[in-house]
Every structure is written in structure tokens, then in C-alpha cells.
């Protein structure tokens, strides 16, 4: 079975200052997916950002961006220039790239707190 | 597209009553997911559909818990005999293509008196 954790339950830093938040997820799968996905107060969640396990590219989307480590299985979030709107639940998720029903495995969360 | 909906916001029961929920994928994804998020935690997979066809459960799922997606559109979730630690947000997703991830609802929050 795959596992994720975040190790980082809160963190808060101020607006435009640049943090990282970070996952480590345990598979024995070869191909997969991770997704990074923000999940404001009392509002949904919303995909972030996405990784493919056998791309060596980091993605990248705007402000945001992930640190791949395959061997490390590690999957950490890079987000620049801070904002108030960021301020969320951030988890981190893995999924299986076939077979099944493909479902998400999340990690525990990291509250981030952007300070004005 | 409006997205996945899902109703109602919030829902507070007694203890022993039943419960259901209702989510509205997007109308082209053929695969919809039920999660339970409890307050800190990250949402766990309760149970998938494919089209109408219920695929997979999780262990999560006890007997009091029942799924069902008529014509493969929307999606119901029952709770029989709501015990007070149901109370957690269930959340609704859905997609057509999973590795580019899912779309999720914003969640029915059932408290459990």
C-alpha cells in the first residue's frame, strides 16, 4: 500500500516571501502521479500543481513549483512571492498511473498561514 | 460546466437516524469518487464508480454505509444508523482522465449529535 507524509503540520511565513512544503510518499509502483492540492477554508479543493513519476522535469505552474526527488521519494511544493490568497490546507497526493480506480492517496496536510 | 456539486452544505442528524447525500459530477467524467475528510486530516477513499458500475470500496465502508450512481450520472451516499463518529466532511470528485486529477465538490459536513 502507498503512504504519504507530510511532516510539516503548520507553517506560516509572511507575503512575498517564498516557502516550501514538503511530502514524502513510500511505492513500490514505478509509474505514478502526484498532485499537490490546496484546500482554502471551508472551500474546495483544488489541484495545485501534478507531477509524472517518469518525467525528470520538475512542473512548474506560475508561482508554483515541485521539487521532484524520485529515488528520495520525495515531492516537495515551492511557492514564490507569497500571497494572502494562498493561506490553505496543502496536501499532498499520490495515485497509481494504471489499474484500478486510480484513487488519490493524501498525506496528513500542511496548514500554511500567509502573514500580511 | 458548473463543476461538481454537491448537497446538501451541511447536515446535523441524531444519532441513529439516516443520513443521504447527493453529489453532481461533471456531466463527461465517467468516474466518481467518494472521500470522508475528518477535521485535520487528509481525505480517505471511501468508494469509486465507473460510469454506474461501483468498482471499488474501501474497508472504511462498513455495512451501515451504501453507495449507488443510477444511469452513471449522479451519486448517493447512505448512512444508516449515523453514529457520532460519521461526523467528518464527505467529499464528492469526479474525472474522466485521472492522472491529470480530479474535480471535487465542496463537501457536505455531517455532524453527528
Known amino acids: 500500500a502507498q503512504t504519504v507524509t507530510q511532516s510539516q503540520p503548520e507553517m506560516s511565513v509572511q507575503e512575498a516571501e517564498t516557502v516550501t512544503l514538503s511530502c514524502t510518499y513510500d511505492?513500490?509502483?514505478?509509474?505514478?502521479?502526484l498532485f499537490w492540492y490546496k484546500q482554502p477554508p471551508s472551500r474546495q479543493m483544488i489541484l495545485v500543481i501534478r507531477q509524472e513519476a517518469y518525467k525528470q522535469q520538475n512542473a512548474t505552474e506560475n508561482r508554483f513549483s515541485v521539487n521532484f526527488q524520485k529515488a528520495a521519494k520525495s515531492f516537495s511544493l515551492k511557492i514564490s512571492d507569497s500571497q494572502l490568497g494562498d493561506t490553505a490546507m496543502y496536501f499532498c497526493a499520490f495515485m497509481k498511473a494504471a489499474g484500478g480506480a486510480q484513487k488519490l492517496v493524501f498525506g496528513q496536510g500542511t496548514r500554511l498561514t500567509i502573514n500580511p | 460546466d458548473t463543476g461538481v456539486s454537491q448537497n446538501p452544505r451541511h447536515k446535523i442528524t441524531k444519532r441513529g437516524q439516516n443520513v443521504t447525500f447527493r453529489c453532481d459530477p461533471i456531466s463527461e467524467h465517467n468516474r466518481l469518487y467518494w472521500y470522508r475528510q475528518t477535521l485535520g486530516q487528509g481525505p480517505e477513499f471511501l468508494t469509486y464508480?465507473?460510469?454506474?458500475?461501483?468498482?471499488?470500496k474501501s474497508r472504511l465502508l462498513s455495512d451501515r454505509f451504501s453507495a449507488e450512481r443510477p444511469k452513471g450520472s449522479f451519486s448517493t451516499l447512505e448512512i444508516q444508523r449515523t453514529e457520532q463518529g460519521d461526523s467528518a466532511m464527505y467529499l464528492c470528485a469526479s474525472s474522466s482522465t485521472p492522472g491529470v486529477g480530479y474535480t471535487f465538490g465542496s463537501g457536505t459536513r455531517l455532524t453527528v449529535v
Open positions: 464508480f465507473q460510469n454506474e458500475a461501483q468498482l471499488e
Open positions: 511505492t513500490s509502483e514505478n509509474n505514478y502521479y
